[in-house]
């Protein structure tokens, strides 16, 4: 059975992902921070907080084969606290969303390293965010994103000798339950007016681009834009 570690399975995109990993016969592990993640399928639930250097070590440390990695979590852009100045924003920011996805790929790496020429899959949800602009409170989630696209292109020439593939995956606006509960029905009417399909991407149309990115095998250092037109390229 093919083995998947996934970061943020608690909700939106995660678990979307979880269960269409799930679906194709994967042996999902899942990390749990603060939400509860309900495992679809054989599995196991990591406790993880993905700012802790020393937690993720310990995560990774009973894996043993491994398959794909997929760096999911994010600190929310929109949960900036009271007593965050501009540099503990930026910080926490970067931690989660770019430190503990670097830290995570780091060990998928080298577990797939000893796996060669097998090698395996790492796959990076970064966003349209790290290409476009942003407004001024999303600009370290921005930063953020943009450093997991530069990390897919130097894990990718790194692994590729050794048989492991990595891309990113780059939504645009998903309908998550956040974004759901979030918007209003004006918000909602502008998003789907800078988008040309005019509608967010629904939470399984990511997933299977994600699962796409993981399972095919000419592909890697790609950015793929799944985004209903948001950003073109
Ligand atoms: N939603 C969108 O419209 C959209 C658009 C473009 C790209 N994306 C990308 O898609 C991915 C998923 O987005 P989403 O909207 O589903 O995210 P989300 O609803 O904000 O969920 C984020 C997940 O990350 C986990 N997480 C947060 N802090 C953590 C920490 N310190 N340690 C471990 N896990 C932590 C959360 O777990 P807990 O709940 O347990 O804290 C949660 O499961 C992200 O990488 C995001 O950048 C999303």
Redo the contacts with the bound molecule.
């Keep these: 059975m093919k083995t998947a570690f996934i ?8 678990r979307e992902i979880l269960a269409a990993f799930s679906r194709r016969g994967y042996y999902v592990y899942a ?5 509860e993640v309900v495992l679809p399928g054989p599995g196991k639930v990591i406790a ?4 802790d250097p020393a937690s993720i070590q310990k995560a990774f440390v009973d894996i043993g084969r491994l398959d794909v990695l997929v760096n ?5 852009p929109s949960s900036r606290r009271p007593e965050d100045d501009e540099a503990s924003w930026f910080d926490r920011n970067i931690a ?2 770019l430190r ?1 996805s670097y830290l995570c790929a780091l060990e998928a790496f080298r577990i797939m390293s000893e796996q060669a020429p097998a090698g395996g899959a790492i796959v990076n ?5 790290g290409i476009i602009p942003n407004d001024r409170a999303r600009i370290p989630y921005g930063m953020a ?1 943009a450093g997991q696209i530069s990390l897919t292109r130097s894990l990718a020439a790194l692994g590729g000798p050794r048989g492991i593939r990595v891309n990113a995956v780059l ?4 309908m ?1 339950e ?2 759901m509960r979030r918007a209003g029905a004006q918000r909602l009417a502008a998003v789907n007016a800078a988008i040309p399909l005019g509608r ?1 991407g629904s939470m399984a149309e990511c997933a299977e681009t994600v699962l796409f990115a993981a399972e095919q095998t000419y592909m890697t250092g790609a950015s793929l834009n799944v985004s209903g037109g948001l950003l073109m390229q």
């Design positions: 970061t943020g399975g608690s909700q939106g995109l995660g990390t749990s921070h603060r939400g993880c907080d993905l700012s999911n979590a994010r600190l929310d989660v969303s503990g949800v970064s966003s349209v965010r994103k939504p645009g606006a998903v998550t956040n974004l967010p």
